[in-house]
Antibody, heavy 117, light 110 residues
């Protein structure tokens, strides 16, 4: 059974940092592209970042470029999102998701990040 | 990176068919057949309903179908049921090697 379990969310002040983790199991993690998607309270889904299998191709949404860093540890089957210079509008539930043929076929339960003073 | 354009809301009576449109550009929907659709009930995790424009994953009802013409993709729900009431999102791969979501459509079953 495919499982994605996010952790690392919490309350942080504007300008602060946070690292999210997504522990994967039930599939061959190293063979899959992985993504982060976020959803602000009461708002729609927004794609944040992607890392391909092997980690050679990484892309970001313009809104997080230069502030967020996606990475993966295939030995630990874990996806990460390092978030720096956090802003109030980064407040959201952050989901990790596996993709195949451009579609997000499995999602984690999400972890809430709240940026507030 | 403007979001793909979806109607804010669509409604229909039980048994009817509804269609949700998703309009992009020649750099996303018009360029690739990597369009997917997601259903999200309140407080729940999004669920993949359609991939690669028309493919229905195992376990998804045959009442859900997808199509594309030019820069616009569409999701059709046939035989509308109460359980279909949810938010629906489209996503497309882009020529910038990114993914782009639509703003979401709230489906109401009257």
């Amino acid at each position: 059974e495919v499982q994605l379990v996010e952790s690392g969310g919490g309350l942080v002040q504007p300008g602060g940092s946070l690292r999210l983790s997504c522990a994967a199991s039930g599939f061959t993690f190293r063979d899959n592209s992985m993504h982060w998607v976020r959803q602000a309270p009461g708002k729609g889904l927004v794609w944040v970042s992607r890392i391909n299998s092997g980690g050679s191709t990484i892309t970001y949404a313009d809104s997080v470029k230069g502030r967020f860093t996606i990475s993966r540890d295939d030995a630990k089957t874990t996806l990460y999102l390092q978030m720096n210079s956090l802003r109030v509008d980064d407040t959201a539930v952050y989901y990790c998701a596996r993709s195949r043929a451009g579609a997000f076929d499995f999602w984690g339960q999400g972890t809430l990040v709240t940026v507030s003073s | 990176q403007s979001a793909l354009t979806q109607p804010a809301s669509v409604s229909g009576s039980p048994g009817q068919s509804i269609t949700i449109s998703c309009t992009g550009t020649s750099s996303d929907i018009g360029h690739y057949n990597y369009v997917s659709w997601y259903q999200q009930h309140p407080g729940k995790v999004p669920k993949l309903m359609i991939s690669e424009v028309t493919n229905r994953p195992s376990g998804v009802s045959i009442r859900f179908s997808g199509s594309k013409s030019g820069n616009t993709a569409s999701l059709t729900i046939s035989g509308l049921q109460a359980e279909d009431e949810a938010d629906y999102y489209c996503v497309s791969y882009t020529t910038s090697n990114t993914q782009l979501f639509g703003g979401g459509t709230k489906v109401t079953v009257l």
